[in-house]
């Protein structure tokens, strides 16, 4: 169930990083972007396969720059080794969403039957609250979130966006592919 | 190599010697101290001492422009490493290759708010191309080669390695200074497809061809690619504040300057122009004017270093990314090839329009029949008197676009301006710089009364030095720039900008212990002159007395398109 984004502010462009794992790295980069003017929607960092990088998932909203422009310039920061914009049709994207809901026990089958169809699990159930998780595309948490809103969403929380390219293709330093 | 036990000063020490540094501007302080006494009495480099380390950064900058090598500046930690923050700022924007190294407190201390610390790291972090906050002692070998490395190759600029105390006192195992680097994120020139073929055909192709020469030639030592490139194309040549020199601008082909400040003649032909070809420039705002009606029938070819300048203003028709000095004689050669097969191109016709405009709006002044000297000629009567033979270094405001539009710049290297920053104080610091880079010969700053105030305690390093640097004050009473600004544009409110008579320059100069003369006419300017190149004790300074009310002209307000362009009226 996918859904395409609403671009109310210019496009978004997820752009992959690997950066090396250092301290300050995320301070150059998000500098990087507030200097220029260049929106971050959200922003993950992460270890990698390899110990001495990590990788960084960046949404970028982009009114009036072209995304060649952002790629360019994050790319001469020296602890960036790879960059790329990852495009939308060669994408594995996934975002993590944890919600609690403060609903009465006698909605709880109804809301079950939902998660199910969003492939979410209910990860922790109390008298008068349970907690969603879900995870999957922007797209598909954000029906999700709607639909829960009924309920009542008493605390929210989501994650930025991580993604990996199909394929073959790697974002990699050289001497590591 | 046997292992040898030093510390991390003399590491420090040993890195500056194995890249064959020889001037270290600074000045000692609390945290700074163990390098300072590494550093002692030694004579290569040799530490200079500065009296404010905003002129040791500059004093750098202006090391390496006049001579092409990496400028070192040093800083203790808190106040020391701040003051240090304009110059690395200045360097970033005008890519000028320099090393900054501060000391900070000891790592216990780090994030504790000691005393003099400051987190300069995180500071200059949107001012440096990459900085290293040294953490183990072991490390201060390869980040002392990395931090060279990374300053004078690619785009030039500064970098910072901040070192804390007892990192320097710490000992190491020595094991020689590396000999390369290996950074995974580091890798210029950044080479994309050259496209040649397609970038000569344009040249071939175009009838309003117009060549625009940036600092990127400086930083690549490109100036006789360049020559041969322009040669053949047969295009009239523009150039930036930083692209004086690139050709010289004795030679009819070369228009001068174009921008803000530009000849009417050279801002007509690029908004006329139907190709650009920009060279090692990034199409600043003060030079474009107003981005939307910028040179509307022109393409461009870019060729840049920077991948991240190509059409991050101006919209490249065919970007060539890579390193001028190895990329252009391979355009030079596609184009000859493009010549020859299909015949050179007739730009008689656009060159005669080039000249029409040059003859009827020439860039001009009269002096005679003046009470007062005009600043344009006071540069024009250096110029002739010195025969352009000299090393300029300007401070910010109107003395630097007179002498950006007057003095003919015929040989790269010799035109030292804060163009990108525009950071007043200037002149005197980066004629330090280029004195001690280029011993022997003339260097002359010509500066305004403001700017010349905001780093004067440095004659005493000058006078200390026995430099025999010579700087013309083009004293207005005033904060010139900003009060024609006021003038054109705000009502001739002059808020906060006419300078009272002080300090008087000849007394200052004599407290200083140097030699200080004042000029109020043209006679006694020609005198003045005169003395000033015949003192090579120490510095001269001149207190040159220009008309208070005199403007620079032609001016394209800001934000509006390059050909509409004021003049003088009446005032």
């Not at chain 2, 525009?422 to 002359?444: D, K, N």
């Not at chain 2, 394209?556 to 390059?562: D, F, I, K, W």
């Amino acid at each position: 169930m996918e859904r395409t984004e609403e671009r109310p502010n210019g496009a978004t462009h997820t752009i992959s990083l690997l950066v090396e794992n250092k301290p300050g790295v995320l301070h150059r980069i998000a500098g990087l972007f507030s200097r220029r003017g260049y929106n971050i929607a959200s922003l993950t960092v992460g270890p990698t396969e390899h110990e001495e990088y990590s990788r960084m998932t960046i949404v970028v909203r982009l009114s009036s720059k072209p995304v060649e422009q952002v790629v360019r310039q994050v790319q001469k920061l020296v602890p960036v080794v790879e960059v790329r914009e990852l495009v939308a049709a060669d994408l594995i994207e996934r975002e993590l969403l944890l919600v609690k809901i403060r609903t009465p026990e006698r909605n709880h089958a109804e809301l079950r039957a939902l998660a199910e169809t969003y492939e979410a699990t209910i990860v922790d159930v109390s008298p008068d609250a349970l907690v969603v998780e879900a995870s999957g595309t922007a797209g598909k948490l954000d029906a999700l979130e709607e639909r829960l809103r009924a309920f009542g969403i008493q605390e929210l929380c989501r994650s930025g966006r991580i993604a990996l390219e199909r394929g073959f293709k790697t974002l990699a330093p050289p001497n590591l592919k | 190599m046997a292992r040898e036990k030093i510390t991390g000063a003399m590491a420090v020490r040993r890195a500056f010697e194995a890249e064959g540094v020889e001037y270290l501007f600074g000045m000692p302080g609390g945290t700074i101290l163990p390098l300072y006494d590494a550093l002692f009495r030694c004579e290569k480099p040799k530490t200079i001492l500065i009296r404010h380390e905003q002129v040791g950064g500059h004093a750098a900058e202006g090391f390496a422009h006049a001579t092409g090598r990496v400028g070192v500046c040093m800083g203790t930690s808190g106040p020391g490493a701040t003051n240090l923050v304009t110059a690395i700022a200045d360097a970033y924007m005008d890519s000028v290759p320099l090393v900054a190294v501060t000391a900070n407190v000891s790592r216990a201390l780090i994030g504790t708010d000691a005393f003099q610390e400051a987190d300069i790291t995180g500071i200059t972090m949107p001012i440096t191309k990459h900085n290293w906050l040294v953490t183990g002692p072991q490390d201060i070998p390869r980040v002392m080669k990395e931090a060279f490395y990374i300053a004078r190759t690619g785009r030039p600029g500064p970098v910072l390695v901040d070192i804390p105390k007892d990192v320097l006192t710490s000992e190491i195992d020595w094991d020689g200074y590396p000999e390369s680097v290996d950074i995974p994120g580091y890798h210029p020139p950044v080479r994309e497809e050259p496209r040649l073929k397609d970038a000569a055909l344009l040249i071939r192709s175009a009838s309003r061809p117009v060549i625009y020469l940036g600092g990127g030639i400086r930083s690549s030592n490109a100036h006789k690619e360049v020559f041969q490139f322009a040669e053949l194309v047969g295009a009239p040549i523009v150039t930036t504040v930083h692209g004086k020199g690139a050709f010289p601008e004795t030679n009819p082909q070369c228009l001068g300057m174009f921008g803000m400040h530009g000849s009417r003649y050279a801002n007509y032909t690029v908004q006329n122009s139907d190709l650009i070809i920009a060279l090692g420039a990034r199409f600043d705002d003060r030079v474009t004017g107003k981005l939307a009606t910028f040179a509307p029938e022109a393409k461009v070819v870019h060729l840049d270093i920077d991948p991240a300048e190509i059409s991050k203003l101006v919209t490249a028709t065919v970007p060539l990314v890579g390193d001028l000095k190895l990329l252009l004689p391979q355009l030079t050669a596609e184009v000859r090839r493009a010549f020859e097969k299909h015949g050179k191109p007739d730009i008689a016709a656009w060159w005669k329009r080039v000249e029409d405009w040059r003859t009827k709006h020439p860039l001009h002044y009269q002096q005679e029949g003046q009470k007062y000297l005009l600043p344009q000629y006071v540069v024009d009567r250096l110029w002739h008197k010195t025969g352009g033979k000299a090393i300029v270094t300007t401070g910010v405001g109107e003395h630097q676009m007179f002498a950006a539009q007057w003095w003919k710049t015929s040989e790269p290297r010799q035109f030292i301006t804060s163009g990108g920053l525009g950071t007043m104080g200037f002149c005197l610091p980066s004629a330090i710089g280029a004195q001690l880079g280029r011993p022997g010969e003339l260097v002359i700053g010509i500066d305004g009364d403001g700017s010349f105030q905001m780093t004067l305690q440095d004659l005493a390093t000058a006078v200390d030095l026995e430099l025999p640097i010579k700087i013309f004050v083009l004293n207005n009473l005033f904060l010139g720039m900003v009060r024609q600004w006021q003038e054109l544009f705000y009502d001739h409110r002059f808020a906060e900008t006419p300078l009272s008579d002080r300090p008087n320059l000849v007394k200052l100069a004599d407290a200083y212990g140097c030699l200080g003369l004042r000029a109020d006419t043209p006679e006694e300017l020609d005198k003045v002159i005169d003395q000033a190149l015949a003192n090579s004790k120490g510095p001269t300074i001149v207190d040159v007395r220009v008309r208070r009310q005199e403007k620079v002209y032609p001016m394209v307000p800001a934000g509006a398109p390059l050909n509409d362009m004021i003049d003088a009226g009446g005032d």
